[in-house]
């Protein structure tokens, strides 16, 4: 058995969240104040979540990297292969903010989306 202490980022309040695991499995959630913080200790111990933010090859603008940011979590340990996944895209101006860029990234249900528009030159 193992207890894992956290703290929970889905408001300011921050509360501190003890989870009990064992063999994979999340036997109890303490100290949350609210269901998302033991939704959010749940996940956090047996699969991290995160945000990604990058930047993809664009062409003809006026810079030559365009930032981009995944519509949703995607699992942490999913990272590096997104992270291939986004270099080996190129995109080509003018590009709005908000378009998706790359649809579902690796089955995960989250898409690339652009994080600024950027216009043709
Ligand atoms: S458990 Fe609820 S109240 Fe506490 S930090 Fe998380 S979201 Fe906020």
Redo the contacts with the bound molecule.
């Keep these: 058995m193992e207890t894992k202490e956290l703290i929970?980022v889905?408001?300011p309040?921050?509360?501190r969240?003890s989870v009990t695991i064992e063999a994979g499995e999340v036997l109890s959630v303490t100290g949350?104040?609210?269901p998302?913080?033991e939704a959010?200790a749940r996940q956090e111990s047996i699969r991290p979540m995160r945000i990604l933010t990058s930047t993809v090859k664009i062409d003809h603008a006026l810079h030559r990297v365009l930032p981009v940011i995944t519509s949703k979590d995607i699992p942490l340990d999913m990272m590096d292969a997104a992270m291939e996944e986004i270099r080996r895209v190129t995109v080509d101006a003018p590009v709005k903010m908000n378009d998706v860029l790359i649809e579902n990234l690796l089955g995960t249900g989250a898409d690339v989306i652009a994080s600024r528009s950027m216009d043709r030159i």
């Design positions: 929970c889905n408001c309040m921050g509360c969240v949350n104040s609210c998302r913080g959010y």
